[in-house]
């Protein structure tokens, strides 16, 4: 699903404008993209929760020429999913940890 699916979704749920659509996922987007600069965790019941994990320096190796390479240390933008979304996607698995 590309972000146009999304804006075609939302703008189909009610009596939006296609440009209605596009500021309501902008808006989504940017707050999440907002909160996760300043630190900050999302968390969406029922869907899961972003935050940002620390990535420490580290030496790597270039593939072509085997060079060693300092990789600086990052931020990187991390996603849980929730219970319930894993349940969703994996119904099979869901239904056979009710057996046991």
């Known amino acids: 699903m590309t972000k146009a699916d999304l804006v075609e979704k939302v703008t189909g749920l009610g009596d939006l404008t ?3 659509g596009e500021v309501i996922v902008e808006t989504i987007f940017d707050s999440v993209i907002g909160a996760l600069q300043s630190g ?11 935050r940002i994990r620390e990535r420490n320096p580290r030496i790597g190796r270039n593939p072509k020429t085997g060079d060693r390479v300092d990789v600086p240390a990052k ?5 849980k999913p929730s219970k319930e979304l894993r349940d969703l ?3 099979e698995e869901s239904s056979a940890r009710g057996k046991a």
């Open 89 to 91: 996607v994996n119904p």
């Open 40 to 50: 900050d965790k999302i968390e969406i019941r029922g869907f899961g929760s972003f």
């Open 75 to 79: 931020r990187v933008p991390y996603f």
């Open 18 to 20: 296609r440009r209605d």
